[in-house]
């Protein structure tokens, strides 16, 4: 199994960043997948998630209208689009694969988001 997250990186206030985590090992279009992130000194907390078939989705309140989340079945792949950032979004993204009925979970090994000027 594995969960593997890229796509971070510096950038400035009011930027955009595209987060994937590739996934394989598993069913992956059996998952409901999430996003997760951890700033230095607080705890990790969820960000977005997405339902196994992509019907539904969602956010946290500080990413409401900012952040998008979707996925991809063929390519095994789940994405976070990330547009007018805040220095508050800098954090360590994880990406969380839950199995149905929440009966195992499989995490990526992070990418680290830095917001500033």
């Known amino acids: 199994v594995q969960v593997v997250e890229s796509g971070g990186g510096m950038v400035q206030p009011g930027g955009s960043l595209r987060l994937s985590c590739a996934a394989s090992?598993?069913?992956?279009?059996?998952?409901?997948m999430s996003w997760f992130r951890q700033a230095p000194g607080k705890e990790r907390g969820l960000v977005a998630d997405i339902t196994s078939s992509g019907d539904s989705t969602n956010y946290v309140d500080s990413v409401k209208g900012r952040f998008t989340i979707s996925r991809d079945n063929v390519k095994n792949t789940v994405y976070l689009q990330m547009n007018s950032l805040k220095p508050e979004d800098t954090a360590v993204y994880y990406c969380r694969a839950r199995a149905p009925f929440g009966i195992r979970d499989y995490w990526g090994q992070g990418t680290q988001v830095t917001v500033s000027s």
């Open positions: 090992g598993f069913t992956f279009s059996l998952y409901a």
